[in-house]
């Protein structure tokens, strides 16, 4: 504590200086294409982005690390995973990048026009004392999506997926914001189904309007998931959040959609209240929150449980995440007449813990661990419930070793662990990978990557070969990959070998309006699947 005082007095001291080296500006990306091992993200350009920076994933609102950039081109960064979420093309990837130079020069003109001022003591107070005025700023993206399959042993098939993102903040000058993405996706022969009920292709993920009292009191009315309490999922219904730093509280009363369609459901209500720490400064981060959430099932209680949530980078070059849910509403069964017992009594449903840290500037790690009891429900399951109450707490590890050994030269190695009772056979991964960016003569980036994999039902290998570069810079990037897999299936002891092919073109027609086309090619013995992907994304 007392180096970090004597920090935060040099940090004011340096003043200027120190604020032209630390400024950050968020620079958004899209993945373009996306491999077992690997993630490709164009953005608009990566001046300002090194091999080693963090790219960060928006979950409910909040920037959550997600990518590790091993290399890069002029538009495009090739990346590793270092977080469970699945990614897809289109999803939207974000870059905290410095620009000290404008900073510096902004700063510079700012003292200038200071001096240049003959303004009194008075006036400067009167000024500072004046309101923030609030801008409108709406952003946002349109999407179409086309995802093609043919075969030579099955009918051809077509799916379709229209998306909408829309941020409105201070719609008019106001108060008043929104926040919404819908998504409408339907397949070529099964229209009947979207005839019958809508909800099977349309989804809505956000539909939300947002009042701010002020800096520290807001009100949100609609769908929204918070990002305060992520495990709860959307919430339909108010939610309303007070801060005083550095404490926040918030508290929500509403419905979960409903679990088969994600429509509106007025008999899963849901409430619940949270309270969080933040402390924030330029090199030291660290969140803390705990919330109590209740859900019920036509009035019957359905799950009711504490949440507990912590983030820190309190040590250089370490960063850390947990998460615990506590469930305080349990039924056992009566081995005897088998009835059902209600117990209150504290039971560990999940534990999630991760650490990342960079050893030295060549070298990373991060290590997770998990273990997690099925989520029981029990109003909405009570049909399977003595089902559900028999399957085991699955646990399980995950390692992750990057070292770079030259500029543009990268290995790496992802292995993970996972065990439950309830599976005959442990799971285990592991992959290796190689990175090479700007192969001479072509200018390339050139990935060697194997898996090895055992399940309870499968083992295998999956070895991938992979070749991508600006073809037309800040336009046009390219790349190819081959895959070859062979699978052992454990019960009946058949084995499937796959051959594929893989392509994928990312068209930067204009500032705003890309387009990105995907094939992949899977080669049987006896069957042959084709699959293309076309992306039309304009953002506005």
């Given at each position: ?114 001096k240049s001022r003959d303004l009194t003591k008075d006036s400067l107070l009167a000024e500072k004392d004046l309101p923030k005025k609030i801008k409108q700023d709406i952003s946002g993206r349109m999407a179409v999506s086309s995802y093609s399959n043919f075969s030579n042993t099955s009918e051809f098939s077509q799916r379709m997926r229209y998306t ?114 933040e402390y924030n400064t330029s090199k030291v981060n660290m969140q803390s929150s705990v919330a109590f959430i209740e859900q019920t099932n036509q009035g019957n209680t359905d799950r009711r449980y504490i949440y507990f949530q912590h983030s820190n980078s309190l040590i250089p070059n370490l960063y850390f995440f947990g998460s615990v849910d506590l ?214």
């Amino acid at each position: 504590m007392r180096y970090f005082l004597i920090f935060f007095l040099i940090f004011n001291l340096l003043g200027i200086k120190l604020k032209g080296q630390t400024r950050e500006e968020i620079n958004g990306g899209v993945v373009s294409y996306v491999t077992k091992q690997n993630v490709y993200i164009k953005f608009p350009s990566t001046e300002f982005i090194s091999l080693g920076d963090t790219l960060f994933l928006e979950q409910n609102s909040k920037l959550t690390p997600a990518l590790v950039v091993k290399s890069l081109s002029s538009i495009s960064c090739f990346c590793s995973s270092i977080s469970d979420y699945q990614f897809s093309i289109g999803d939207g990837v974000f870059a905290k990048v410095k620009n000290v130079q404008s900073s510096v020069k902004n700063e510079a003109k700012r003292i200038e026009s200071k001096k240049s001022r003959d303004l009194t003591k008075d006036s400067l107070l009167a000024e500072k004392d004046l309101p923030k005025k609030i801008k409108q700023d709406i952003s946002g993206r349109m999407a179409v999506s086309s995802y093609s399959n043919f075969s030579n042993t099955s009918e051809f098939s077509q799916r379709m997926r229209y998306t909408l993102s829309l941020n409105a903040a201070n719609i008019n000058s106001s108060k008043f914001s929104m926040n919404t993405y819908i998504s409408f996706a339907h397949k070529n022969n099964e229209w009947s189904e979207i005839q019958d009920n809508i909800y099977h292709g349309l989804k809505v993920y956000s539909l939300a309007m947002n009042y701010a009292f002020n800096e520290n009191n807001s009100l949100w009315l609609g769908r929204k998931i918070n990002p305060r309490l992520s495990s709860v999922g959307a919430i339909d219904g108010i939610q309303y959040e007070t801060k005083f730093k550095p404490f926040h509280v918030g508290v929500f009363a509403g419905t979960r959609p409903d679990y088969m369609d994600y429509s509106f459901n007025s008999n899963l209500l849901q409430y619940g209240a949270y309270l969080g720490h933040e402390y924030n400064t330029s090199k030291v981060n660290m969140q803390s929150s705990v919330a109590f959430i209740e859900q019920t099932n036509q009035g019957n209680t359905d799950r009711r449980y504490i949440y507990f949530q912590h983030s820190n980078s309190l040590i250089p070059n370490l960063y850390f995440f947990g998460s615990v849910d506590l469930d305080f509403y349990n039924q056992s069964i009566n081995a005897v007449d088998s009835s059902f017992t209600q117990d209150h009594t504290p039971k560990l449903s999940s534990l999630y813990l991760s650490v990342r840290y960079r050893m030295f500037k060549k070298l990373s790690m991060s290590v997770s661990y998990s273990t997690r009891q099925t989520i029981i429900y029990y109003e909405t399951y009570k049909d399977i419930l003595e089902r559900l109450l028999e399957a085991g707490t699955q646990q399980g590890y995950r390692v992750n070793i990057n070292y770079r050994l030259l500029t543009n030269f990268s290995i790496g190695v992802n292995s993970g662990y996972r065990f439950s009772k309830s599976d005959p056979n442990d799971s285990k991964n592991l992959i290796a990978y190689m990175n090479y960016n700007n192969v001479p003569w072509i200018n390339s980036l050139f990935t060697v990557s194997a898996t090895f994999l055992q399940t309870a039902y499968v083992s295998g290998n999956i070895y991938s070969l992979g070749l991508s570069r600006d073809i037309i810079p800040g336009k046009l990037y390219g790349g190819i990959n081959y895959r070859y897999i062979d699978y052992t299936f454990q019960y009946d002891i058949s084995t499937l070998t796959q051959n594929m092919a893989e392509m994928n073109l990312n068209w930067r027609m204009s500032k705003k309006l890309s387009c990105s086309l995907n094939y992949e090619g899977t080669f049987e013995k006896d069957r042959n699947t084709d699959r293309i992907y076309i992306n039309l994304t304009q953002r506005f």
